[in-house]
């Protein structure tokens, strides 16, 4: 007779893992990412950031619960200054950008199942009234009439006749990201003019303000650095990497009263950042940096610090994807 694993997995294939297999799953660091807490469906901007509902977190929480050591900030320190292997899998648990379903969604759900998370802010945004680029660009797309978008300096146009708005949008977006030749706020500038679009609404913020991070700093969350205003740092000069790394650092210590050990990379791609920026981090203060890489952390080290991967939660997952996830990393690694 066929177990339930192996039925579920003749039923959904790759959609599950068995219970060996996965008892199997390498010693490391799994540090675990979100953006927003949500439904897509009802956002008037980047619906690409939304990486679940609170029913499915929740869920995601209670998995960390059972399968991981759940570690918070000063116990991930503890390990890395520990300089011993890592003997079993740990999770940490982060967050990007800073929304406001972070702290009215995910806050909530964090202290009902007593864990620890790591916010990363931006520095700008969270000081109130900012819109993000990136939800600036897909308000844009969502009311663009156009059926291609191309900046004057872009060599090719962004196809916008797909029915899939999510998909015209992670296209545009794509080519933002690309694009070296012009700041984010020269590129949005064009943007606007050819897409003719409504003004951004002046509703209250999409991010938390510094009284609720506050709140949750009081309450044993972790606020770390997202840059002030999330470019890509490779883009940038020596000069404004470390502006961006040390002021927004500072800010968040005389908001908050406490030490920022921890910084994201904006966009977290190989190349969104580089060795320097690791050094920089390293020179501003920071004791730990995260890329937004997928992979495993199999070692914590002084060298391997300002580089750490990141498993992307995104799509609504359930609980057996993001194991499937998971265990697509682990056979990468064993490669």
């Known amino acids: 007779m066929l177990s339930r694993a192996k039925i579920r997995q003749f039923l959904f294939g790759a959609r599950t893992v068995s219970d060996k297999r996965w008892q199997q799953r390498s010693p ?4 675990f990412n979100y953006h927003r807490i949500g439904d897509a469906r009802f956002s008037e901007f980047d619906p690409n950031v939304f990486s679940c509902t609170s029913e499915q977190f929740e869920q995601h929480l209670r998995f960390y619960k059972q399968e991981f050591t759940v570690v918070n900030e000063s116990e991930l320190l503890s390990l890395l200054d520990s300089n011993k292997p890592i003997t079993k899998p740990y999770a940490l648990i982060t967050f990007d950008d800073g929304y406001i379903d972070s702290y009215q969604h995910a806050f909530p759900l964090l202290k009902k199942h007593d864990l620890s998370a790591v916010f990363f802010v931006v520095t700008e945004y969270t000081d109130g009234g900012s819109f993000a680029w990136w939800d ?10 156009l059926s291609q978008l191309k900046l004057e300096h872009w060599p090719d146009a962004v196809d916008l006749t797909g029915k899939n708005e999510t998909q ?21 500038a064009q943007l606007r003019v050819i897409c003719k679009a409504p003004v951004l609404p002046g509703s209250n913020s999409l991010f938390a303000n510094w009284q609720q991070l506050k709140e949750m700093a009081d309450a044993g969350m972790t606020i770390g650095s997202h840059t002030q205003s999330h470019p890509i740092l490779a883009h940038l000069t020596p000069q404004q990497q470390r502006i961006e790394l040390h002021e927004s650092r500072i800010f968040i210590q005389d908001q908050l009263s406490n030490s920022v050990s921890m910084l994201a990379y904006p966009v977290g791609r190989t190349d969104s950042f580089t060795e320097q920026t690791q050094e920089m981090a390293k020179q501003c203060g920071y004791r730990l940096a995260f890329s937004f890489m997928n992979g495993i952390n199999t070692k914590l080290t002084e060298q391997s610090a300002y580089s750490l991967k990141r498993i992307s939660v995104d799509g609504n997952k359930s609980v057996d994807s993001l194991k499937v996830q998971v265990m697509a990393l682990h056979d990468k690694l064993a490669r």
């Open 28 to 31: 490391g660091v799994y540090v």
């Open 168 to 188: 015209n949008i992670r296209k545009v977006l794509y080519a933002f990201k690309a694009d070296q030749q012009f700041s984010m706020d020269e590129k949005l």
């Open 136 to 145: 600036e660009v897909a308000w844009l797309v969502k009311h663009c009439q």
